[in-house]
């Protein structure tokens, strides 16, 4: 009877006392076992880039369509930068950037009015043979792999490229800002492409510069964009 009531004590103290180290637990410092590092970082107050906080999300993905767009930071302008791309232009070429001559051929339309992708440039200029349509995978690397005689005008930024290595379908598709002005760009495109056959054309409100050598044809069109940038979209096949 004895070790009966002995066993009974002990099951209705048993959740008094857990009960009571509960409450013991619960009322502890929980910031007792906390690295005072941390504790120092999580108590300083939430600090934000103003540069960021100012940015308006709603046109941060990827310019020109294609798939699996992305935030991208805004490209830089002004004098400085505008003197800086104009100084790599001139150590690439070796000196000053020599003019490009007047457009030998004039369309009142350019080829690339209704095309916003990659894919749409590449289609709408048919470089290379139809059975290349829809070949092109997109991704930044593209604009490395463009040969350097036709790479963006220097600091330039990127905004879409797209490009297929496939056999006979080799292509190149390209679309960039700089914030140099576009008389500018198409003189050092032309001077940078003269040994591949460079040619000027204006094709309404584009300027052009096209060529082509042996099996392998290019095509770089710039217009003025918003904000002051020159839009630039370099388009190529078989190199």
């Not at 600090?47 to 941060?60: E, I």
């Not at 310019?63 to 302008?77: M, N």
């Not at 916003?116 to 997109?138: G, H, I, R, S």
């Not at 001077?191 to 050598?213: C, F, H, I, P």
């Given at each position: 009877?004895?070790?009966?009531?002995?066993?009974?004590?002990?099951?209705?103290?048993?959740?008094?006392?857990?009960?009571?180290?509960?409450?013991?637990?619960?009322?502890?410092?929980?910031?007792?076992?906390?690295?005072?590092?941390?504790?120092?970082?999580?108590?300083?107050?939430?600090?934000?880039?103003?540069?960021?906080?100012?940015?308006?999300?709603?046109?941060?993905?990827?310019?020109?369509?294609?798939?699996?767009?992305?935030?991208?930071?805004?490209?830089k302008q002004?004098p400085e930068?505008?003197?800086?791309?104009?100084?790599?232009?001139?150590?690439?070429?070796?000196?000053?950037?020599?003019?490009?001559?007047?457009?030998?051929?004039?369309?009142?339309e350019s080829?690339?009015?209704?095309?916003?992708?990659?894919?749409?440039?590449?289609?709408?200029?048919?470089?290379?043979?139809?059975?290349?349509?829809?070949?092109?995978?997109?991704?930044?690397?593209?604009?490395?792999?463009?040969?350097?005689?036709?790479?963006?005008?220097?600091?330039?930024?990127?905004?879409?490229?797209?490009?297929?290595?496939?056999?006979?379908?080799?292509?190149?598709?390209?679309?960039?800002?700089?914030?140099?002005?576009?008389?500018?760009?198409?003189?050092?495109?032309?001077?940078?492409?003269?040994?591949?056959?460079?040619?000027?054309?204006?094709?309404?409100?584009?300027?052009?510069?096209?060529?082509?050598?042996?099996?392998?044809?290019?095509?770089?069109?710039?217009?003025?964009?918003?904000?002051?940038?020159?839009?630039?979209?370099?388009?190529?096949?078989?190199?």
């Amino acid at each position: 009877m004895r070790q009966a009531l002995v066993t009974v004590a002990i099951a209705c103290g048993l959740p008094l006392v857990l009960a009571a180290c509960a409450d013991k637990a619960d009322k502890a410092d929980p910031r007792a076992d906390r690295d005072p590092a941390v504790s120092a970082a999580l108590a300083d107050p939430l600090m934000s880039d103003p540069d960021l906080v100012s940015q308006n999300d709603g046109g941060a993905a990827l310019s020109g369509g294609g798939p699996a767009s992305g935030e991208v930071p805004r490209p830089k302008q002004g004098p400085e930068e505008i003197a800086a791309a104009r100084a790599a232009a001139e150590a690439l070429l070796g000196g000053k950037v020599p003019p490009a001559p007047a457009p030998r051929v004039i369309l009142s339309e350019s080829r690339l009015v209704a095309a916003f992708t990659p894919q749409a440039m590449a289609d709408a200029l048919a470089l290379a043979p139809a059975t290349c349509k829809q070949k092109l995978a997109y991704g930044f690397g593209w604009a490395a792999a463009l040969p350097g005689e036709l790479a963006p005008y220097p600091r330039g930024h990127v905004r879409v490229a797209a490009g297929s290595d496939a056999v006979g379908c080799k292509q190149r598709a390209v679309s960039y800002l700089t914030p140099v002005p576009v008389g500018e760009v198409i003189d050092f495109h032309y001077a940078r492409a003269a040994k591949l056959g460079a040619e000027r054309r204006r094709e309404g409100g584009d300027e052009v510069v096209s060529g082509s050598k042996d099996a392998q044809r290019f095509v770089i069109y710039a217009r003025p964009a918003a904000e002051g940038f020159t839009q630039v979209e370099v388009v190529t096949s078989g190199f």
